[in-house]
């Protein structure tokens, strides 16, 4: 195989030079033959090119890679290392898709896009920390966690080099860089030394940045600083050290550039009332920073910036006088360079005027003296051996001077910046180890270069030999590692350039010499160069120039003009200007200008070399006569040393344009950079070697398309790997074998890749031929059934055309037949008619002729017939007339004799007798009566003899008075005073029938208003649920609209909004006071004293918080629990609680309120009895009557009952206040206050035992006496009728009462089926209004309108039951009340039986309570309040939650809740609030120990949640009662209300929440990312792409096992033990989901990030694992009956991930299907994965930029934010649902095993 394959040969693409866009893409046309001398080429817009090809002019030109390593993330995986492949790969993904950083091998390619990107927040931070460097995309982040990784692991510094020409984004890496430091690195302590670090940027680049043609923010110095880390490698301090700052800038700026940010900032901020002593104006004002003619910089605030630069000052520490100080010297330097200095006549002097108003601000602002200044501005000392001189100075010196001055005083205010904010960045603590980032000038060539680029270049020489070296070790590092022959790899080494510069007699050297020269010359230096390194490879001198000189550099030949070099490196300023300036009266000027011989060189980088007036000491004189050369190579050195002894990390920064233009990119350009910055050079370097490699799995899954099946099935991969390669590559020398990798040449993975493609390419082709033919066959199937279907169908078609004519032609015989059958049957018909027409008239005629006949003849005999009738009814009239009237007659005559004779036996002695007889038998069946009832009441009621005795006596004083009355009737002379008394009596029944009259009109009148009324209310009534049913149809109807869905949606995330605000600022305090508690125990073992010290776990941390009440006023008992509170209380406490006396008070106001209303319904009651006496005639019955009576007794009753306790209440009041103010013995007050609670308990019990009975029998006794008057009057109404009649009135009068009784119940009866008639009525019409709105409905309407009925049935059914059980319950506690009420009165019956007759006080008070508890379980435990730390050390600090596994889940829960139930029993609020704090205390110490803990979380999560509940269900509150048993409601507390420990124990469940979440997410977090991407869930489907140097270099973990991998069945096996574990525990089902649902999404976020920050994932077989393993994760939610908790729905962003990568991506109809299925991805996120979006295999295709444009287009609308990662660190707002427990408190058992003996059950 390997001898067929010519590189050269057709279709092979190539790169050939091209000088616009330097390299060009093309095609070989044509096999190319060795030796032939044109190669033919056909460009990539169809133009054909011949290449000339020669040996030495013309080579043959670069391959190009295949497609698929294009866009690679590492430019060594490419096959074919070379300048045009760099450029190309870096062009593609710079332009396409984005990506600014690409890796080369070991170096960082950084280009700059010109625009902000949402790459560097927290979030990706948070992504790339802890990952290896090669996992994730290039990015700073990842060289900077790469540095901190190994600064950890092996125990060694490290250093970031940032590179890169002037504007190339240095100093933006370089901040983002250290601000990846600050976030991981974050301070261990409150120092805050992280931020200190971000905040010396803002000061550096005020003071060291400026604008240049080239960059808007340019760094004009170099700068190093070392981050300093903890031995727990926590940020502890910082330093910085700078280099070369171009001072130059002070005093000149070219055309469009500026000066410094500082001095414009202070320009834009002269206005402020701080600065008015500044003197300054707008920056046009002043020379020095007017010279560039451009002031501004576009989008730039320079007074904003201000504000930011004065803000970091502060944190740094510097105070406003410093501040002050600082701003004054900047003022004074543009002040300066303002001082006009006028040249003198002859031109070799000059002077100042003393009125020049800027020289007067520059002494006043520096504090110097005028004249002085003034004098040595314009004047210069020289110093001969014996004499000074002074010496006139020209215009031009004395502004060389001037400028010198400003340059050399901005230098030293630099250095002083530097070194207070290093000393703010300094720490006391020891520094383990530090990383040291260094952001330095790349290498420059300009038109004009002189000492500056010198200068630069020269640093670069040296980190460029220290790249080199450091390459070529890691090289042979890998190859001795991996054990291969190791050959020597030719690099260039610059070391000849840089010994040219810095060795002895080199141009340093040459220049310091020259600088010593008193009359030392550009010129004469430029000879000297000339002359001594004529001879040197990398010098050269100019062709036309005799100032210049050229220098040959590692990256480009660079020609520097000579001019200025002596000047620049001598850095002249005159020592009495230094001198006037230490003098300054200000002492941070004097400060500036002293010298310290201590300072080390590097601090410096630019001396002074001054002229002294006087001999001076050797070693000041020294330092000042260092040139700034001298001082920048030992300054660059030293950090050569540095960076030698730490690992250095490099950042190269490309600039992609001049013209700063977003996402542009100039080949040219980039190209120059490459070659500079050390690209290429590591390019050279790996490809002299062997720069692709391949592990020995990933090789066999990529090319195990290439071997046999048998080589397949071996087992040893290595061997199957040889033998392959063997086979497929004849030259040994082409690859390697390593222990672990495959080492292959350039060109060889292109290779192996042609082949593997030819492979699928042939195996494609068998496919396409199988599936053709397939096709094919089913295409002509499909044919052929269709011609058959056809051919049957026409056959069918043609029969059936023929039966159509067959049947048509007997149709048209039957037509015919049929035709012809009519006419002659319409002609028989017609003919048949007129003969039947004419037999009917003729026979009717006859018939009518007869007919007349008979009716003559009828009529005659009825006029017979009723004339004969008159006759005889006239005559029996007349008869029946006679006969009546001789009756009448008759019976009007024995009427009068029968008149007669009554009158006289009315008149005679014996009438009389017999009604005296017949009273006697009246009187003696009374007094019967009356007995028998005596004798039922005394056995009914033996206790109220005395009672029945009264009215035996009262029985007996009317037999007396009857005696009497029958006594005088048996005289015959007083029956005229009896008959007069008779007619009083008359008269005054009378009187009483007419006001009875009288107000039964009144009432019936009433009765027609009430009636009135009662209509007119019915129809409101009925008008209002009309109104009602309107309403609810409406409300229905509005309960289906989208509105209220989206309201309610809108609802829920605001309250889910505020719910994650609140748990946000609990987490807040939760951590606030986790660092008290740190705070706290440091503090306590800093200041340790022996001696025996307080516990403070007795007090509580909640008392600043809040203010618990011992005794809640608003739940109160009746009177009976009042007695018994007082009691338990004691006297003297009873007396000062306010609690009991409101108690009795409310037990007055309830009698009160129950007089009110037995008032009301004795209205009522007369109400209705008048109502029904009008209706009727008859007088009231006896029933009536008596019920009346009743009521009226019972109201009396009450008033006296109520008037006799608030007496017993205001005299109990007085005797407690008064025994409880004296100062007499105990014993006397127990004595006191037990009798008057035995007074005060008697009354009270006396009330409720003899208030019904003594009603009843005054009833009763009423009712007799009032029935005996009736009968009384009744006997003296009819005493002259005989006694057989009376008896028959009375009977008739019992049957009347019994039949009107019947009659009213039988109308009662009536109007309730009337009524129930009427309901049902309505029923039926409602229900067929129903039946017709229904039938007029769709059946979809039908069903979804009967559902609805049928749910609104159910509810109204369910609302009446419930208030059937409220009532039900109600009742229950009433009987439950009287039968503790009846209970009592028996113990105390039988107390009062036992006790001793003797007895002056109540002994058995307590001994009654003690007998009315009940023996039974009441789900108390009670303990000793000394044994409270013992019950939290055995409950909370010791448990484990092995230890209570088998039995009742949450079971410490329901032991504390059993113990406050005690507490509260007994009234002891100390006790309460004690057990409460002492237990939430214990809690948060037990989470604290163990913080690392899941099962012990989740444990106290489960048990704080319950204990929360309980105290919920059972305290007493209606919304949490609903579903509790009646025994629970027994349990409820009594006495305190714990609403505000609620609260405290739902702050803590939600702290402990945020803690269980915490620990499961570092749990899971290692796992999600190899579980979710990296695993093969779906074996053999992911493919493998070459890997570059980051995927085989250090940065991975060099354990012999490797990094760890999980699986995806790891990752669902740990979820699986989070979920057993909390339902083990208890816990909530609420509360697990929601703790799954928060797993879920830091699994979707992490996914999701790690997707869109890896190239090598984003491939439609990563997809397709994806969308398996998310599908996986769904169906163990449905297994775990979880898909509810809207886990699922977090999942929801990578599935739509997932599918984005399978979806095709070619059509607008692709692109408008990606756009409605990716609704939960943002904007960014699906065009970043459609540009991540890497082909496996050649046969895919990549993603256009064309169809990822038209992507952005239509989702412009959408309004998503501008994050494009996930935040990992979101929570959901937690809820802790009601979940009352079913579990009765008395069944609880409590294990021997948990030492809880010293509890006691009650």
């Not at 032609?809 to 003969?835: D, G, H, I, W, Y």
């Not at 006949?853 to 004969?868: C, G, P, T, W, Y």
């Not at 009698?1151 to 008032?1159: A, D, G």
């Not at 309980?1510 to 609403?1539: I, P, R, V």
Request: charged share 30%; net charge neutral.
């Amino acid at each position: 195989m390997a001898a067929d394959y010519y590189p050269y040969s057709k279709f092979t693409r190539v790169w050939i030079p091209d000088p616009d866009d330097v390299w060009k893409a093309a095609e070989i046309t044509k096999d190319y033959k060795d030796g032939e001398p044109v190669l033919h080429l056909q460009l990539e817009d169809e133009t054909p090119l011949e290449y000339p090809l020669g040996p030495k002019s013309n080579p043959l030109p670069f391959l190009r890679n295949p497609d698929i390593l294009v866009g690679e993330n590492d430019l060594t995986a490419l096959s074919y290392l070379h300048e045009p492949a760099v450029l190309h790969n870096l062009r593609v993904r710079f332009l396409e898709s984005n990506h600014i950083y690409t890796y080369c091998g070991i170096v960082l390619v950084a280009i700059n896009p010109y625009e902000q990107l949402q790459i560097y927040g927290e979030e990706v931070i948070n992504a790339y920390s802890g990952q290896n460097m090669g996992d994730m995309d290039p990015h700073i982040f990842a060289v900077a966690e790469e540095a901190y990784k190994q600064m950890a692991r092996d125990e060694r510094n490290q250093s970031i080099i940032v590179s890169g020409e002037s504007g190339a984004g240095k100093t933006v890496s370089a901040k983002y860089a250290m601000r990846f430091f600050a976030t991981v690195g974050g301070s261990a302590s409150d120092t805050n030394v992280e931020d200190k670090v971000l905040a010396s940027s803002p000061i550096m680049e005020a003071i060291g940045n400026a604008k240049t043609t080239r960059n808007d923010n340019s760094s004009r110095f170099g700068k190093y600083i070392q981050i300093g880390f903890s031995k727990h490698y926590n940020i502890i301090g910082a330093n910085m050290r700078t280099y070369l700052l171009e001072k130059s800038r002070v005093v000149f700026q070219a055309e469009d550039e500026r000066n410094y940010h500082i001095f414009y900032q202070l320009c834009a901020s002269a206005s402020l009332p701080e600065f008015k002593d500044l003197s300054l104006t707008s920056a046009e004002d002043f020379i020095y920073t007017s010279l560039g003619e451009n002031i501004f910089i576009e989008g730039v605030n320079d007074a904003e910036d201000f504000k930011k630069t004065r803000e970091a000052f502060v944190l740094l520490g510097i105070k406003d006088g410093s501040q002050s100080s600082i701003f004054k010297v900047m003022a004074s330097i543009l002040h300066l360079g303002n001082i006009q200095i006028c040249s003198e006549r002859d031109g070799e002097s000059c002077h100042i005027e003393r009125e020049d108003l800027h020289l007067q601000h520059f002494c006043r602002l520096l504090g110097v003296e005028l004249q002085q200044m003034q004098h040595w501005l314009c004047h210069r000392k020289l110093v001969t051996g014996s004499e000074t001189y002074v010496k006139n100075m020209s215009a031009r010196q004395a502004t060389n001077a001037r400028d010198a001055l400003a340059k050399h005083i901005y230098a030293r205010l630099f250095d002083w910046i530097v070194g207070n904010i290093n000393k703010a960045l300094q720490t006391s603590l020891k520094q383990h180890s530090f990383i040291g980032v260094l952001d330095i000038y790349g290498f420059e060539t300009f038109e004009v270069n002189s000492f500056e680029q010198f200068c630069i270049n020269y640093a670069n020489e040296k980190l460029q030999q220290q790249f080199n070296s450091h390459v070529f070790k890691l090289e042979q590092e890998e190859y001795m590692k991996e054990q291969i022959p190791w050959t020597l790899i030719d690099f260039h080494d610059n070391q000849p350039c840089i010994d040219l510069i810095e060795a002895r007699l080199g141009i340093l050297d040459l220049l310091d010499e020259e600088c010593k020269v008193p009359k030392g010359t550009d010129q004469n230096w430029a000879q000297k160069l000339y002359k001594q390194n004529s001879g040197s490879a990398h010098f050269q001198k100019p062709r036309m120039s005799n100032t210049s000189f050229i220098i040959i550099h590692f990256a480009d030949k660079v020609e520097y003009q000579c001019e200025g070099f002596l000047e620049k490196n001598r850095d002249t300023v005159y020592e009495e200007q230094i001198n006037i300036l230490k003098a300054s009266q200000f002492q941070l000027v004097a400060d500036l200008f002293q010298e310290k011989d201590d300072a080390p060189p590097s601090s410096k980088p630019s001396r002074v070399n001054v002229r002294a007036l006087k001999t001076v000491p050797k070693a000041p004189n020294k330092e000042h006569r260092k040139t700034v050369g001298h001082q920048f190579r030992s300054s660059l050195h030293l950090l050569m040393d540095t960076l030698n002894a730490t690992t250095p990390h490099y950042v190269r920064c490309i600039k992609p344009n001049d013209e700063k233009e977003a996402f542009s990119f100039d080949s040219r350009r980039a190209v120059q950079q490459l070659r500079a910055c050390g690209v290429l050079e590591t390019i050279r370097i790996s490809a002299a070697g062997y720069p692709s490699r391949w592990t020995y799995p990933d090789f066999f899954n990529r090319y195990r398309v290439l071997m046999k099946k048998s080589d397949m099935m071996s087992a040893d991969k290595k061997l199957v790997c040889r033998n392959l390669l063997e086979t497929l590559i004849k030259e040994p020398d082409m690859y390697q074998f390593g222990k672990t990798k495959i080492f292959f040449r350039a060109g060889q993975v292109a290779y192996l890749e042609k082949l593997r493609a030819d492979r699928f390419r042939s195996a494609c082709i068998k496919i396409q031929k199988t599936v053709r033919g397939w096709l094919q066959r089913l295409r002509y199937r499909k044919i052929r059934k269709t011609a058959v279907t056809l051919q049957r169908y026409g056959r069918g078609y043609l029969a059936r055309r023929f039966a159509e004519f067959l049947r048509l032609s007997r149709a048209a015989l039957v037509c015919q037949k049929q035709r012809r059958m009519v006419t002659e049957r319409r002609a028989f018909l017609r003919k048949r008619r007129a003969a039947a027409t004419i037999q009917a008239y003729a026979r009717g005629m006859f018939t009518r002729r007869v007919y007349w006949e008979f009716l003559l003849h009828h009529k005659a005999s009825i006029i017979q017939k009723n004339v004969r009738g008159w006759l005889q009814r006239k005559k029996f009239r007349r008869a029946r007339a006679a006969a009546i009237t001789i009756q009448c007659g008759f019976r009007r005559v024995r009427a009068k004799r029968q008149l007669q004779q009554l009158k006289i036996e009315a008149r005679s002695a014996e009438h009389l007798k017999k009604l005296n007889t017949g009273m006697e038998n009246k009187i003696v069946q009374l007094q019967r009566r009356v007995d028998e009832q005596s004798k039922d009441y005394k056995a009914q009621i033996e206790q109220l003899l005395t009672v029945s005795a009264a009215a035996g006596s009262e029985v007996t004083k009317l037999h007396k008075e009857l005696e009497a009355v029958r006594s005088q009737q048996g005289d015959g002379g007083q029956v005229a005073s009896l008959q007069q008394q008779l007619e009083k009596l008359r008269e005054e029944l009378r009187e009483a029938h007419a006001h009875r009259k009288r107000q039964e009109e009144e009432h019936s009148s009433e009765k027609v208003e009430l009636t009135q009324r009662v209509e007119e209310l019915q129809k409101e009534n009925s008008l209002l649920k009309s109104e009602k049913e309107e309403m609810n149809r409406r409300i229905l109807q509005h309960s289906k609209s989208t509105e209220e869905e989206a309201s309610s949606a809108s609802l829920q995330a605001e309250l889910d909004a505020e719910r994650q605000r609140y748990q946000n600022l609990l987490k807040e305090f939760s951590r606030l006071e986790l660092r008290y508690d740190n705070l706290k125990e440091e503090v306590s073992l800093n200041k340790f004293h022996p001696g025996h010290r307080r516990n403070p776990s007795n007090q509580s941390s909640l008392e600043s918080d809040s203010n618990y009440p011992s005794i809640s006023t608003s739940e109160v008992g009746d009177t009976e629990d009042s007695l018994q509170q007082v009691e338990d209380l004691g006297l003297e406490k009873a007396a000062m609680d306010i609690s009991l006396f409101m108690k009795l008070q409310k037990r007055v106001r309830e009698l009160e309120q129950e007089r009110k209303r037995l008032q009301a319904n004795l209205d009522k009651m007369e109400e209705l009895a008048k109502r029904k006496g009008s209706e009727g005639r008859s007088p009231p019955s006896e029933q009536e009557a008596a019920d009346l009576a009743y009521n009226n007794l019972k109201r009396q009753e009450l008033e006296s009952e109520n008037k006799k306790l608030k007496n017993d209440l205001n005299e109990l009041r007085r005797a407690v206040t008064a025994r409880a103010s004296q100062n007499s013995s105990s014993n006397e007050l127990q004595d006191g206050y037990n009798l008057l609670l035995s007074q005060l308990k008697a009354a009270n019990e006396e009330l409720d035992a003899r208030k019904e009975e003594v009603l009843i029998l005054r009833t009763q006794i009423v009712s007799n006496a009032q029935r005996i008057e009736t009968e009384k009057d009744a006997e003296l109404n009819h005493s002259k009728e005989p006694l057989d009649k009376e008896e028959a009135q009375e009977s008739k009068k019992l049957l009347e009462a019994q039949l009107q009784t019947q009659s009213r119940q039988h109308r009662d009866e009536l109007e309730a089926l009337h009524t129930q008639i009427e309901l049902l009525r309505d029923d039926i019409e409602k229900k067929q209004e129903i039946l017709n709105y229904t039938a007029s409905l769709s059946p979809e309407a039908r069903v979804e309108y009967s559902v609805q009925q049928e749910i609104t049935r159910l509810t109204n059914d369910n609302l009446d039951l419930k208030e059937l059980v409220e009532k039900l319950e109600k009742n229950e506690r009433k009987l439950k009340k009287q039968l503790r009420i009846y209970m009592k009165k028996v113990q105390e019956l039988e107390a009062s039986q036992a006790a001793a007759p003797n007895a002056t006080r109540p002994e058995l008070s307590r001994q009654v309570t003690v007998q009315r508890k009940e023996k039974d379980f009441e789900g108390m435990l009670e303990y000793n309040k000394e044994d409270n730390a013992r019950l939290i050390k055995t409950l909370i600090n010791d448990v484990r939650p092995s230890s209570v596994s088998a039995t009742v889940p949450c079971l410490p829960a329901y032991i504390l809740f059993m113990c406050i139930r005690h507490a509260d029993y007994i009234n002891d609020d100390q006790k309460v609030e004690s057990l409460l704090t002492s237990t939430i205390n214990a809690i948060k110490k037990v989470l604290k120990k163990n913080n690392e803990d899941f099962e012990m979380t989740s444990f106290w999560l489960a048990n704080t949640s319950r204990l929360l509940h309980c105290l919920k269900q059972y305290s007493g509150d209606e919304a949490f009662m609903t579903q509790n048993t009646a025994k629970q409601k027994e349990h409820c507390l009594k006495n305190f209300d714990l609403a505000e420990y609620r609260q405290v124990l739902s702050d803590l469940s939600i702290q402990i929440y945020q803690q269980l979440v915490k620990l499961a997410e570092g749990i899971i977090q290692p796992m999600i990312v190899s579980a979710m991407l990296e695993s093969e869930s779906i074996p053999s489907l992911a493919g493998v792409k070459p890997m570059g140097y980051r995927n085989r270099s250090s940065s991975m973990d060099t354990d012999a096992d490797g990094p760890t991998s999980y699986t995806l069945q790891a990752l669902i096996r740990q979820l699986g033990q989070f979920h057993a574990t909390m339902r083990d525990h208890g816990l909530d089902p609420e509360i697990v989901g929601q703790v799954i649902r928060q797993l879920f999404h830091c699994i979707n976020a992490i996914t999701l990030n790690n997707l869109l920050l890896r190239k090598d994932v984003c491939s439609w077989s990563t997809g397709m694992q994806l969308r398996y393993n998310t599908s996986q994760m769904e169906e163990w939610l449905r297994g775990n009956n979880l898909f509810q908790s809207k886990a699922a729905a977090a999942l929801e962003p990578v599935i739509q991930a997932a599918q984005l990568l399978q979806v095709k991506k070619k059509t607008s109809q692709d692109a408008e299907a990606i756009c409605s299925l990716c609704s939960s991805l943002t904007t960014q996120q699906i065009v970043k994965i459609l540009n991540l979006y890497t082909p496996l295999n050649e046969f895919e295709e990549r993603v256009t930029v064309s169809f990822i444009r038209n992507i952005q287009d239509r989702l412009q609308e959408r309004n998503d934010p501008p994050q494009l990662l996930l935040d990992t660190k979101h929570t959901f707002p937690v809820l802790f649902p009601y979940t009352p427990s079913a579990l009765s408190l008395e069944t609880l058992h409590i294990p021997a095993s948990l030492g809880l003996d010293f509890l006691i059950r009650v």
